[in-house]
């Protein structure tokens, strides 16, 4: 636009990327507030600074509160049907979290029992060629990852990562003609690299298949750490993690329900705003307290 204003545009993403233009998705995610927000608390209140890129990655406790279905707060992972996977899967890993969140969607759901059959040591993993080992066996077997889809032509096939990209995009968006022109290339490069041609059309039918609901490994590691810190600040810091927590719902009431209900659980007392002992901001009192605070009150 002429009057330096930001450009904008009603074509889709299919009919832009042609002249050159690129589509980006900007998430704006609340939990990094109540996070920011605890952060300062704890600092108010126990003179504590934290780095939360630091903390230990490997936490018992966190995990404990993730593994106990505790997941109020939890980013991501508060649903009901979300709780019974993580009771089903007991992560221990952020790995474990980074696939859980990948793997909780119509479709690729079915084949978390498989991981956790793998996992528990029930079942062996099924790679189909021994090559594909490194790339499966951080998911027990189970493709899950775009990321996955990729390595696999690259390794079975011998495609650049460019050419595997292609790929691995005309398959997320079903673009039927170009996987029909793709699979006599993906076949003879197999071929080229001495695999056999019954097996590698075993390998392509389950690409196509996992490729529908390959979810990319990049976005779903960014939001297994953000879980990992809420669940590592609510583990350690229960009272300053609850008060940002309610202090980010407080525009929303039935939120603000479960949150009270939470902090009931873990044994903490929402005090009343009081003109003497409230500050703006929800904070900790004493050991077992927080106090409303007055930017809390309509």
């Keep these: 636009s002429h009057g330096g204003g930001i450009g904008m545009t009603q074509y889709e993403m299919f009919d832009i990327e042609p002249v050159g233009l690129m589509k980006f998705d900007f998430l704006g995610l609340r939990n990094l507030n109540i996070i920011g927000s605890a952060i300062k608390k704890i600092e108010r209140s126990r003179n ?6 630091e903390v230990d990655r490997k936490d018992k406790k966190a995990f404990e509160v993730i593994r ?4 109020v707060g939890i980013f991501q992972m508060e649903s009901e049907g979300m709780k019974r996977t993580i009771k089903a899967l007991k992560p ?3 790995e474990d979290i980074c696939y859980i969140l990948a793997a909780y969607r119509p479709g690729p759901m079915q084949y978390i029992s498989e991981y956790v059959a793998v996992k528990e040591g029930k079942q062996e993993p099924d790679y189909i060629f021994d090559e594909l080992e490194p ?3 951080i998911t027990r077997g189970v493709i899950t990852y775009q990321e996955q889809v990729m390595k696999i032509a690259q390794v079975i096939a011998g495609y650049s990562l460019g050419k595997a990209d292609v790929l691995r995009r005309a398959m997320g968006k079903k673009k039927v003609e170009v996987m029909e022109a793709e699979k006599p290339k993906f076949v003879e490069g197999a071929k080229e690299n001495g695999f056999d041609e019954e097996k590698v059309d075993k390998i392509w039918e389950k690409l196509i298949q996992f490729a529908n609901y390959g979810f990319n490994k ?3 590691a960014s939001y297994a750490t953000i879980a990992y810190w809420t669940a590592y600040l609510k583990a350690h810091y229960p009272l300053e993690f609850m008060a940002a927590l309610l202090e980010g719902d407080l525009d929303n009431f039935d939120r603000v329900i479960i949150d009270l209900g ?9 005090l009343p705003p009081s003109i003497n002992d409230s500050g703006y901001y929800f904070d900790a009192e004493g050991d077992h ?6 930017g809390g009150i309509k």
């Design 48 to 53: 504590e600074r934290i780095e939360v890129t």
């Design 262 to 270: 939470e902090c009931e659980r873990l044994g903490i007392d929402v």
């Design 135 to 137: 790339v499966l066996s």
């Design 289 to 294: 307290s927080i106090r409303f605070g007055l």
């Design 218 to 220: 990049a976005h779903s």
């Design 68 to 71: 106990g279905g505790y997941t």
């Design 92 to 94: 221990e890993t952020q």
